[in-house]
């Protein structure tokens, strides 16, 4: 069993990263979330952006939304109507948890009016994903087996009556899988810096996208994962309000911004760019427990004449031992940066690693030591044959 991780704010490219491995597995998981991630795959000329169903559904992968997963029914029939009109098969291959919890009206309602009263926005989606796990904790909502019990919009009984066929106990058709030695590939949406207990709270998500929350929102045991895959931005980005260290906002970030395509695939939102922070990629190594990173988005760097990547945090006048806990702490950080020499040419076509420009090379393997991680996979473009496998 495997995870895959963001290891930054989201947007690292996770889509791209389960998509090359859904070859290894069987089954592909969603555990947490709801319908405002966004995975893009591109399977050749055809781009696929989703935002609740599995990546892996675009392989013929059985695909499943976890119990942790929060679903929006009326956006989930869209999404599998639009992918049945481009001939993806879901009938037995799909399934919901029938104790995932139901985004409805209301919720999305509650979120809309909550972010517009804070004084302090957190630049939620406004999809309801907030309101919809308050629910869930106070015990006042509707999980998806239960949606005839009452309280649905018209339009939310239509959807979850297309919904109905696949609803599940997904819990027990994992553990048959696991039982069976079948592989299972779980996905996060956003990052870890955006998990609710250790992101940069109030700036974070409603759920646990660190690695932890895979066994929480699937009903798999933590002695079942034997690997976990850490997906690392060659730099960083950041969707939405909160503190960002190393932003950029020069012609460097510009470069990065227009050569990276930075656009969130959900809210179409122009994405904060900045220098790769490897405080936070140790830091989400240790939470998420990593044992090989997916370094992706590597050609975008091709060009700078140098580049920079944070080492350490100094806050008033005292370096930092580790990622801090109080996030206002972050406004006035201070980053500690190592220099590295660029490079120029198109990395698109490499396959192997060793035809990397050996100032590339020299930026990587910097990362793997200070993190203690191996780079196992580097993506240097969006299509799935552009990923060098070490």
């Known amino acids: 069993m495997q995870i895959v991780v963001g290891a930054q704010w989201g947007d690292e490219g996770k889509g791209k990263i389960v998509d090359f491995l859904a070859d290894q597995a069987e089954w592909i998981v969603r555990y947490q979330g709801g319908n405002n991630a966004g995975h893009t795959v591109i399977i050749g000329n055809e781009t696929f952006k989703l935002h609740l169903v599995p990546s892996g559904i675009c392989r013929g992968k059985k695909s499943v939304l976890g119990n942790g997963v929060v679903v929006n029914p009326v956006a989930l029939m869209l999404e599998l109507k639009s992918l049945h009109e481009r001939g993806i098969e879901t009938k037995g291959k799909f399934f919901v948890s029938d104790r995932a919890h139901l985004i409805l009206e209301r919720h999305i309602q509650q979120d809309l009016s909550q972010e517009s009263h804070r004084s302090q926005k957190v630049g939620t989606t406004g999809k309801g994903i907030g309101p919809t796990y308050m629910a869930k904790i106070e015990r006042s909502g509707l999980r998806a087996g239960a949606w005839r019990t009452g309280g649905l919009s018209p339009e939310e009984t239509t959807a979850m009556e297309f919904l109905s066929p696949y609803l599940a106990d997904t819990v027990i058709l994992l553990h048959e899988a696991l039982e069976a030695g079948e592989g299972i590939l779980l996905e996060g949406a956003q990052g870890t810096f955006l998990d609710v207990d250790h992101g940069t709270y109030p700036f974070v998500t409603s759920s646990n996208c660190s690695s932890g929350g895979a066994c929480t929102g699937s009903g798999l045991p933590p002695t ?65 427990g990593i044992t090989e990173w997916a370094i992706t988005k590597l050609d975008v760097l091709s060009g700078l004449s140098e580049l920079k990547v944070c080492t350490g945090y100094r806050y008033q006048g005292k370096e930092l031992k580790a990622y801090p806990a109080e996030t206002a702490w972050l406004d006035d950080i201070e980053p500690i940066y190592k220099r590295f020499p660029g490079w120029e040419g198109d990395l698109s076509r490499i396959q192997n690693y060793a035809d990397l420009p050996e100032e590339a090379r020299s930026y990587l393997k910097f990362i793997e030591d200070y993190t203690g991680v191996p780079n196992r996979f580097v993506s240097v473009g969006p299509e799935r044959n552009q990923t060098i496998v070490r």
């Not at 909160?242 to 932003?247: A, K, V």
């Not at 470069?255 to 395509?261: F, V, W």
């Open 224 to 288: 079942a994962v034997k690997t976990v895959t850490g997906i690392l931005k060659a730099y960083t980005t950041r969707v939405g309000n909160g503190p960002f260290p190393t932003e950029l906002i020069d012609s460097v970030g510009q470069h990065l911004q227009t050569q990276g395509h930075e656009f969130g695939t959900t809210t179409g939102r122009i994405r904060r760019c900045g220098w790769l922070d490897l405080v936070m990629a140790k830091h989400a190594r240790r939470i998420n």
